[in-house]
Nanobody, 115 residues
Framework: QVQLVESGGGLVQTGGSLRLSCAAS????????MGWFRQAPGKQRELVATFTTGDVTVYEDSVKGRFTISRDSAKNTVYLQMNNLKPEDTAVYYC?????????WGQGTQVTVSS
């Protein structure tokens, strides 16, 4: 019943910006530990940015200074503002929630950055 729905992906040129959204719904105890992962073709899924249960933000090194994770608690939604996009950012971006010892994943949204 838990559902995470991502939106905001698309095709942009190098240096462009996108804002991803992830809305969570269903039988969820806590929305605190939500974040973003990405998976490029033929590569393992990797952390991009996340809120921890301690309300600390964690970023992958290559996106620091370019990406910003934020949330709207009233809407149970997390965002990923992506600026100065690079071709190496091309991937499927997934929203993740950790709640009551269970990981929940969204369906993913494609981000493609062309040179």
């Amino acid at each position: 019943q838990v559902q995470l729905v991502e939106s905001g992906g698309g095709l942009v040129q190098t240096g462009g910006s996108l804002r991803l959204s992830c809305a969570a719904s269903g039988n969820i105890f806590s929305f605190n530990a939500m974040g973003w992962f990405r998976q490029a073709p033929g590569k393992q899924r990797e952390l991009v940015a996340t809120f921890t249960t301690g309300d600390v933000t964690v970023y992958e090194d290559s996106v620091k200074g370019r990406f910003t994770i934020s949330r709207d608690s009233a809407k149970n939604t997390v965002y990923l503002q992506m600026n100065n996009l690079k071709p190496e950012d091309t991937a499927v971006y997934y929203c993740r929630l950790y709640d009551r010892a269970t990981y929940y994943w969204g369906q993913g949204t494609q981000v493609t950055v062309s040179s």
